[in-house]
């Protein structure tokens, strides 16, 4: 019988915070490769202590998926006041400095390029970006959906939860009308979703993105998960109680146990 997810610190963070990862349950006794989830605001995610308002109940949402996914997931701390400058690459002088954006394209280098590859290095993984998801909520929800397209050769699917979309002027629209990648054939996966309760712009705002993917020919159900949560807010756990139900459609058929795999 499988146990419960085992959730460590690894000290690579550059501002001092440490990296969660949690590791799938039966890690330590078995010899297969496990693709990996690569989650923003790390320390909402698993303990409401430590927490902005309320967590997403990871460990439970892992443990309990455990029979059908089972992925590594790596949980990224934000850094405090500047978190709507490193989820955010875009420049945006109408929210102030420290909240002006355009660290988005910094923070996702430090991911691409010192995260993933050590967490390559210490653990079992499945590198390849068909194995490879990233995932967020609001400001993080941007950083996924724009990562996927920025780094198209890294990640094979995005969460984007409650996306941030209304920052410098809906700039995402335009970055996406220019940098659209194919749904089909080496494509991705996108699951997006939103609470009715957000407020009518955000609403509006995920309905317009839904609508652009469609259009660029993403399907649903196929490439494409939507979902509009009834009475929900802007809350850490209405995200996480969305985030268990696309967990497997984000992980696709590469989220399945396969034994024997190296």
């Known amino acids: 019988m499988l146990g419960a997810p085992e959730v460590g610190r690894a000290r690579w963070h550059p501002q001092g915070g440490d990296l969660l990862v ?12 496990y693709p ?18 309320g967590d997403w109940g990871l460990v ?16 990224i701390p934000n850094r405090g006041r500047r978190r709507r400058s490193e989820y955010n690459p875009f420049r945006d002088f109408l929210h102030g400095s420290g909240g002006g954006g355009g660290g988005g394209d910094h923070y996702l280098a430090y991911l691409v390029e010192t995260v993933k590859p050590r967490i390559d290095a210490a653990f079992r993984t499945r590198p390849e970006r068909t194995h490879t998801v990233i995932a967020g909520s609001s400001l993080g929800g941007l950083i996924s959906l724009y990562a996927l397209y920025r780094h198209a050769g890294i990640f094979g699917a995005a969460s984007v939860q409650s996306p941030a979309l209304w920052v410098a002027r809906r700039a995402i629209f335009r970055y996406l ?20 309760e957000e407020g009518a712009e955000t609403l ?20 494409l998960s939507y979902v509009e949560e009834v009475g929900a807010g802007h809350t850490e756990a209405a995200w996480g109680r969305r985030f268990r ?18």
């Open 36 to 53: 990996v989830v690569y989650m923003h605001d790390g320390q909402n995610l698993f303990d409401a202590a430590t927490s902005f308002a």
């Open 177 to 196: 009308e220019r940098h659209r990648i194919p749904s089909t054939a080496g494509g991705a996966r996108i699951h997006l979703d939103v609470g009715t």
């Open 245 to 262: 139900e696309a967990l497997p459609f984000l992980l696709g058929s590469q989220g399945v146990r396969e034994s024997g795999s190296q």
């Open 22 to 33: 949690a590791l799938p349950p039966g890690y330590g006794e078995e010899d297969i490769r």
């Open 204 to 223: 509006a705002d995920a309905r317009r993105l839904r609508d652009f993917l469609l259009d660029a020919g993403y399907g649903e159900g196929r490439d």
């Open 60 to 75: 439970t949402t892992l443990n309990e998926l455990a029979q059908a996914v089972r992925p590594i997931v790596v949980g």
